[in-house]
């Protein structure tokens, strides 16, 4: 009887985690919503997964770009895919770049100020002031407006050739004249 029972307990706790073992999506953010997420696999499959009703607290916001790795549960329906569980594995460039940054490598030290919302501010270069920035893939846009002349704007748009946690080194492309390389404050 003793037997009986433990063999009982194992193939309950055997049944309980194969219960408990979720799906899971692993892939780099293409669009998010409020409501859903849409991943791009490494095989190129596109999965969207809701996210109405999720704890934020396990399943956080997201940005495109980030890689990400999703458990998820099948929605009665059959057909809807909802996270439990959102784990960012690699953080997107969007998250990286907002902040301060300094160049001091030249005669004049260059601050720039890069907000969440798309602002953007200059320190150390008297003729330029800038309005916003974006960024697509390696390309960084600042719109820049003369000093001079506020109306008059233009692009400058930089190659990002390195971006982590502490330094931004961008190469001019068009419009802009000199190279920046940026650390952290």
């Known amino acids: 009887m003793k037997r009986f029972a433990v063999l009982v307990a194992v193939l309950a706790l055997i049944a309980g985690c194969r219960r408990n073992a979720l799906p899971v999506v692993e892939g780099q953010v293409i669009d998010a919503t409020i409501h859903s997420v849409t991943v791009e ?43 439990v569980q959102l784990d960012i594995t690699t953080p997107s460039a969007y998250r990286l770049i907002p902040g301060i940054w300094r160049d001091c490598s030249g005669p004049v030290e260059v601050g720039l100020v890069l907000a969440e919302d798309g602002s953007a501010q200059i320190t150390g270069i008297e003729s330029l002031t800038l309005q916003d920035w974006s960024l697509d893939g390696e390309q960084l846009a600042f719109t820049a407006a003369d000093a001079a002349d506020p109306k008059s704007t233009c692009t400058l748009l930089y190659f990002v050739e390195k971006l982590d946690a502490d330094s931004l080194v961008v190469k001019p492309i068009s419009g802009a004249t000199l190279p920046l390389s940026l650390a952290r404050q």
């Open 41 to 83: 696999t490494p095989d190129g499959e596109s999965v969207s997964l809701s996210t109405l009703g999720t704890d934020p607290m396990l399943v956080p916001g997201v940005l495109p770009g980030d890689v990400v790795r999703i458990a998820y549960e099948v929605l009665p329906d059959g057909e809807t895919f909802r996270a």
